[in-house]
């Protein structure tokens, strides 16, 4: 079997108010109507705070170390220079997260495998590697990387892991998933956009999975059952990641929830998973629309995605790391609770997919 044995997170020291955002954002256009949009939308997210790695988003123009030194952002930055930037900064954000995990040093000489996750920032060697060289992990420890599949990628990447421990009893798998989604801001004022732009931040999960409960019996451990996945072909275009010379752009529109929430009943009834016997939801909140539109359509309660809505609220959307953030949150404030409860997972990704996973207080 294979059993999720902790759970750490972490965020980049630069916190900015939604309404800094949306300033910054708003700031680099004259156009009224335009300005308008951008503070309509950013008021309705259910976003107050974001971080990033970059501190620009709370600074006046003068000030600016990422931006051009004006409101206008012109010229952008290259591609060049915005991976130089994740090449520097995910690794420091990614051992942030790994090394709130109880015991690291020690359980690092059994770790087995390493699973690392990004669909913002690539290069070669990449995160992996700068892993395995500052943790000092075993130079044979088994590598796989997990690119430029968005939102959804964490369970793809528990996915891998529960592969990897059923075939092998000993394995303890690390997974990490690093997004610096901030540092591809793009000056771009459609409609997909300025919906994109409000949304995504930074941060960081990392994951340790075991195939060995006695080992962690101190531990809350949660055992990974059944995984799932549908592609939704009439969303191939409304949620997609490209890359340009000016970072990767986002295409998200306000057709995603629609989609998502008008298969999500049917796909669960497919493969025998009932709302009312689920105990508790761990969601990823990529807009607050998405959140109560998926209430709406298994008829929950509000409350009942609570911890999609706090993380929402503080962190925004940051891509694979954020359902990681929810179920920590669930699993922190639920820990008096008896075996056999179940956790239903469930995260949005480009193409439109959706990625399930069923989980159970071991």
Request: net charge negative; hydrophobic share 40%; with cysteine.
């Amino acid at each position: 079997m294979s059993y999720i044995a902790a759970i750490e997170t972490s965020v980049p020291e630069y916190s900015h108010s939604q309404n800094e955002f949306a300033s910054f954002y708003s700031n680099s256009t004259n156009d009224v109507d335009i300005k308008r949009k951008i503070n309509i939308i950013s008021s309705k997210t259910g976003i107050e705070n974001r971080h990033s790695v970059l501190k620009d988003y709370s600074l006046a123009p003068n000030d600016f170390e990422f931006y051009e030194k004006n409101s206008s952002l012109i010229p952008e930055p290259s591609l060049t220079k915005r991976m130089n930037i994740f090449k520097k900064e995910a690794i420091k954000l990614s051992l942030k997260a790994i090394h709130k995990i109880p015991e690291f040093e020690t359980i690092k000489k059994t770790i087995t495998h390493l699973i690392t996750v990004t669909c913002t920032g690539l290069s070669a060697p990449g995160l992996d590697i700068q892993l395995v060289h500052e943790l000092q992990l075993s130079p044979s420890i088994n590598r796989s990387s997990i690119n430029f599949m968005g939102c959804n990628a964490a369970i793809l990447a528990l996915k891998q892991a529960d592969a990897i421990c059923k075939s092998n009893g000993n394995a303890k798998v690390l997974i990490v998933c690093t997004e610096l989604c901030t540092i591809h801001f793009q000056k771009d004022y459609s409609d997909d956009y300025i919906i994109s732009n409000q949304l995504f931040a930074d941060g960081c999960a990392a994951v340790l999975v075991t195939a060995d409960p006695i080992e962690y019996a101190e531990h809350i451990l949660i055992k990974m059952n059944d995984f799932h996945s549908l592609l939704l072909h009439k969303g191939y275009n409304d949620m997609a990641w490209q890359l340009s010379e000016t970072g990767f752009k986002m295409n998200l529109t306000t057709y995603v929830s629609d989609l998502i929430n008008g298969n999500i009943k049917n796909m669960l009834s497919e493969v025998n998973v009932h709302a009312d016997a689920i105990d508790f939801w761990a969601i990823h909140p990529g807009g607050k629309k998405i959140i109560d539109e998926f209430c709406n359509a298994l008829e929950l309660d509000r409350n009942q995605l609570s911890s999609s809505y706090e993380i929402l609220k503080n962190y925004g959307n940051m891509s694979s790391p954020t359902v990681l953030f929810v179920l920590k949150h669930v699993l922190d404030n639920n820990q008096s609770i008896p075996k056999g409860k179940s956790i239903f997972t469930a995260a949005f990704g480009p193409g439109l997919s959706i990625e399930t996973v069923s989980l159970v207080y071991a």
